[in-house]
């Protein structure tokens, strides 16, 4: 995909995680992007990001990782989803999925950081502090933490819906890099046991437009 300055090609491997949600958010944007990256699946309902072998490849052991490779040389290793975005579309900018120019580009850091602190994260403490099977992961599991979370979700969606009753996507006229982190949180919410009030008929118009879109498969 890259060459460096030296001319020796680039490798790389993302390491993904299934069906959670921040390796879905990088599947979702290279699907955008229309960049196919060779991938090696991490099981972490048998614990595998613990293990030795992928410590040493992320040691905070969470997914996605991308691996970067010189041939005959060490590799980098980018963590957490949205650097692993960044790097992507600092690679191909088009189509630009976190702005264009200096307005649009702050818009949508603004929006993509309001999605992840106040849905995204809360979703995430819902499902980690609540469903019984996370209580090998969590350790302890704060269940008044998790129950103390739903409000905040929707709070945020009813101020959403609110927005989006004066434009089509999350930070603006066009689909972003904001619209991936609201869609998976979103989504997330399924196995959250929450879900989308029937009167929010705006942020229920954006989530069938985005869900529509061939990457939300990804």
Known sequence: MER?????????????????????RVRIFLAEKGIQVPTEQVDLGALQQRTEAYTAINPMQRVPALVLALVLDDGTVIAESIAICRYFEAVQPDPPLFGVGTLQSALVE?????????????VASVFQHLH???????DPQVPQWGEANK???????????????????????????ADITALVAVDFMRVSKMAVPDALSDLQRWHKAVSARPSAAA
């Not at 603004?110 to 809360?122: Q, S, V």
């Not at 409000?151 to 996507?169: G, N």
């Open 110 to 122: 603004m929006w993509n950081r309001r999605a992840e602190l106040h849905l995204f994260f809360p």
């Open 151 to 177: 409000p905040r979700v929707m709070q945020f969606l009813e101020f959403l819906d609110r927005e989006l009753k004066h434009r089509a996507y999350v930070a603006g006229a066009d689909y972003t890099v």
């Open 132 to 138: 019984p099977a996370m209580s090998r992961m969590v």
């Open 4 to 24: 460096p300055g030296n001319g020796k090609a680039l490798t790389m491997k993302l390491y993904d995680g299934g069906r959670a949600p921040n390796p879905r």
